[in-house]
């Protein structure tokens, strides 16, 4: 099984292998990412948390979203969806918070935080799969509810209560399947807090401050985890807008 051929790690080996001199480049110059979006966007401090974990500097470009700019042609340029937040990374420019976490964690393997672990296909398969389940089973339910919960009040929108009970009947089977995981290993892939956790982080910070926190607190295990992950330096400054974001906070 060791000389059996993995096509998506070699490829990521021939890409590291071919541009050495490049990684390393990127590795030690002084970076100056451009993030558009917003400080309170669930998805622009999803990609916060991965800059402050590493350590990078970038410069935040605030886009109003109450006002609507993130619909104008002056964004739609850079995303075609007009939807925050969006990447500039000299002449690349990446949408898709997840798509851009994992771009920096990649790049960057080597600084700061190790948020992945390209050295095994096994433990990598595992990332990737837990990554999935956040997206597909995990991030629908909790948006639902950080939506009819926290933004719609801010909106001065009447809040849903048919939609928040069945999103948290939904979550609650979710967080029973982390509640077993959460027993065979300290965080939800392995024992190292990697980008499955902290892609949890944006939605589980704004429902802790509603009643859906008890799905999290009734559980042990998800409970102590949630406690872990939310109590990371980088997340904290992540939440605090004067810091990540206004005080162009960045290294």
Same mark, same amino acid.
């Given at each position: 099984m060791s000389n059996t051929s993995h096509p998506f790690m070699d490829c990521l080996k021939m890409v590291f292998n071919l541009f050495p001199n490049w990684k390393r480049a990127t590795e030690v110059k002084k970076l100056g990412y451009k993030l558009h979006g917003n400080p309170f966007s669930t998805n622009t401090r999803r990609v916060l948390a991965v800059l402050l974990e590493k350590g990078l500097s970038y410069e935040p470009i605030t886009v109003d979203l109450k006002t609507g700019e993130h619909k104008k042609d002056s964004f739609l340029g850079l995303n075609p969806f007009g939807q925050v937040p969006v990447?500039?990374? &000299?002449?690349?420019? /990446?949408?898709?918070?997840?798509?851009? +976490?994992?771009? *920096?964690?990649?790049?960057?393997?080597?600084? &700061?935080?190790?948020? /992945?672990?390209?050295?095994?296909?096994? +433990?990598?398969? *595992?990332?990737?799969?837990?990554?999935?389940?956040?997206?597909?089973?995990?991030?629908?339910?909790a948006s639902k509810l950080t939506w009819e919960l926290v933004i719609k009040p801010l909106y001065g929108l009447e809040t849903d209560h048919m939609v928040v009970k069945e999103n948290e009947a939904g979550l609650e089977k979710v967080l029973d399947v982390y509640e077993k995981q959460l027993g065979e290993s300290r965080f939800l892939a392995c024992n190292t807090f990697t980008l499955v956790d902290l892609h949890h982080l944006p939605n589980i910070q704004f429902l802790l401050e509603t009643p859906t926190k008890r799905l999290f607190e009734n559980r042990p295990k998800v409970r102590n985890w949630v406690h872990e992950i939310t109590s990371r330096e980088a997340w904290k400054m992540a939440c605090d807008p004067e810091k990540s974001w206004f005080g162009n906070q960045g290294k």
């Open positions: 990447l500039e990374d &000299g002449n690349l420019t /990446l949408c898709e918070s997840r798509a851009i +976490t994992q771009y *920096i964690a990649y790049v960057h393997s080597s600084r &700061g935080t190790q948020l /992945l672990n390209l050295q095994s296909h096994k +433990t990598m398969a *595992i990332l990737t799969m837990w990554m999935e389940i956040e997206a597909h089973q995990f991030d629908p339910l």
